[in-house]
């Protein structure tokens, strides 16, 4: 294992909502998503701040159990909250993702993570 992933990385965590509407006028509800359970922690590693709809996350799928990075709707998380992740596999999975970008883990700060926090909640925020 590399020495720097046992390092704790700050994340933007959240829960998936209890239940979610969906379908044409949003009048139908399921319970959690189709890959997570409601209430599942998922750690929020990036965004579209363009779009102001998806975010990608990290969390343990309903099904296999095991961790998945996925993009999903924002108005799905609730609870947000920013902690230090100290768990070995996500902070592996973090950094895996960003490796794939052009600046690696440089552009994942907590400037950034701050930024998320801020910004993702007032995009499920009813407009006027």
Not at 12 to 25: C, F, P, R
Not at 69 to 88: G, H
Not at 103 to 125: A, C, L, R, V
């Amino acid at each position: 294992m590399d020495h720097l992933e046992s390092i704790p990385l700050w994340t933007l965590v959240a829960n998936i909502k209890q239940e979610i509407s969906y379908g044409q006028g949003k009048l139908q509800t399921r319970y959690g998503t189709k890959q997570f359970s409601p209430g599942t922690k998922v750690y929020i590693i990036d965004w579209y701040a363009g779009m102001c709809q998806d975010i990608t996350v990290i969390g343990l799928s309903r099904d296999t159990k095991k961790l998945i990075t996925i993009v999903i709707r924002a108005e799905w998380v609730e609870n947000f909250r920013v902690k230090l992740c100290y768990d070995s596999k996500v902070c592996s999975k973090i950094k895996a993702y960003f490796d794939k970008e052009e600046t690696g883990m440089q552009s994942y700060t907590e400037k950034f993570i701050n930024d998320m926090f801020i910004g993702i909640p007032q995009w499920n925020e009813p407009r006027p």
